[in-house]
Structures are given as structure tokens and as C-alpha cells.
């Protein structure tokens, strides 16, 4: 069955570094996310891709935040200057169109800033 | 603002019996409604949906439950089995912007053999 696919599973960086954070959606999605969940709380939405942009983005989701779909099958977050509550896990998640219900998700990063 | 909240954050249930879990949202400006089950070091699975227009839908030992005057749906799983404990999470989606996925703090059941 299709899924989508996440590296690395766990990402220890220090703060005030960059991290990339992959995900491959399944390929015949065309509707992309990034959620994060910090330790305890609830599921929160970043940001959504379509059609080669962002659609939609939370206030969380600001300058330091980008993502980019660079060759079609690759979905990535950048996060460009880490900071300590940017600690989390980041679930990626595809949906193949509007009229289909569910968005599948990733496995999920866990990033750690240090 | 767009909340869903799931207010109990843990459910305990002997095996074989029904787990009933809960959810409110304060918006009408969802379409879907969704239950998604999740173990620790994974991600979100997704579990079963319900329409907005909709108050009732089954899947196998999992139905969902929407009441739209409340603003509550509930997940009902009958039987429940040991392999059901997890953390379960509503979601809502949104028909404003790009039909994101608005989560719920999650429920955590425990299945007790």
C-alpha cells in the first residue's frame, strides 16, 4: 500500500542551525502538509502545498519556516534558524484531491534542538 | 477561530466491551469530520470519516457518530481489543482555505485484557 515516507526519523541539531526535512507524499497526491505535534499537545497545523505554492499557512509558520516541492517527489520543511520550541514532531501528509476525505501521514521527524 | 476539543484525555476499557470516545467542535465551517489512531513513534493513521451532511457512519467494529446541533461527534468501538490502545485524535476538516486538518488534544484509550 502507498505511504508516505519521512527522513530522517529523528534530527538532533543545535540551536541557530538549519534543518531540511524530507517527506515523500504519495505520487499521485496533489495536496501536501506539515503538521507538528509538540511533546503532550495537540496536532497543529503549518502550512499546505498545492499546485507548486503555498496555499495556506498558520501564524506559527513564519519567516524562519519554508518548504518547497523541488523535483516532484520530494516535500520538504526548512526550518533556517532552529530554536529550542521548535522541538517537536513534524508529520508530512498527503491528500490526492479535494473530494477525497482523508490526508495520510508520514511517520513523522522528530526534531530535537539542543 | 476554529477549535475541536476532545476533553477527556484518557479512557480506560475491558477488553470485549464498547470504548466510547468524545468529540466537540466550536465551528460549523468543517466538512469532514475524521477519527485517526496513532502509536507512539508514528504518525496519524486514519481510522474513519463522517460527513457534515451525515449523523451516522460504520466501519466494521468502528462507527462514528455526529450530532450537529451539539457540535459533538463520538468514535464508538465495539468490540475493543488490546491491539486498540492508543492515542486517538478527532480531526475536522476545514472548507475555508485549502481544506486543512484541524486536530482535537487526542484521547489516549487503553484496552485493558
Known amino acids: 500500500e502507498p505511504e508516505v515516507t519521512q527522513t530522517p526519523s529523528h534530527q538532533v541539531t543545535q540551536m541557530g542551525q538549519e534543518v531540511i526535512l524530507r517527506c515523500v507524499p504519495i505520487s499521485n497526491h496533489l495536496y501536501f502538509y506539515w503538521y507538528r505535534q509538540i511533546l503532550g499537545q495537540k496536532v497543529e497545523f503549518l502550512v499546505s502545498f498545492y499546485n507548486n505554492e503555498i496555499s495556506e499557512k498558520s501564524e506559527i509558520f513564519d519567516d524562519q519556516f519554508s518548504v518547497e516541492r523541488p523535483d516532484g517527489s520530494n516535500f520538504t520543511l526548512k526550518i533556517r534558524s532552529t530554536k529550542l520550541e521548535d522541538s517537536a514532531m513534524y508529520f508530512c501528509a498527503s491528500r490526492r484531491t479535494v473530494g477525497n476525505t482523508e490526508a495520510f501521514f508520514g511517520q513523522g521527524t522528530r526534531l530535537t534542538v539542543v | 477561530d476554529q477549535q475541536v476539543k476532545q476533553n477527556s484525555p484518557s479512557l480506560s476499557v475491558q477488553e470485549g466491551r464498547i470504548s466510547i470516545l468524545n468529540c466537540d467542535y466550536t465551528n460549523s465551517m468543517f466538512d469532514y469530520f475524521l477519527w485517526y489512531k496513532k502509536y507512539p513513534a508514528e504518525g496519524p493513521t486514519f481510522l474513519i470519516s463522517i460527513s457534515s451532511i451525515k449523523d451516522k457512519n460504520e466501519d466494521g467494529r468502528f462507527t462514528v457518530f455526529l450530532n450537529k446541533s451539539a457540535k459533538h461527534l463520538s468514535l464508538h468501538i465495539v468490540p475493543s481489543q488490546p491491539g486498540d490502545s492508543a492515542v486517538y485524535f478527532c480531526?475536522?476538516?476545514?472548507?475555508?482555505?485549502?481544506?486543512?486538518?484541524?486536530f482535537g488534544t487526542g484521547t489516549r484509550l487503553k484496552v485493558l485484557a
Open positions: 480531526a475536522a476538516r476545514s472548507t475555508s482555505g485549502t481544506y486543512k486538518y484541524i
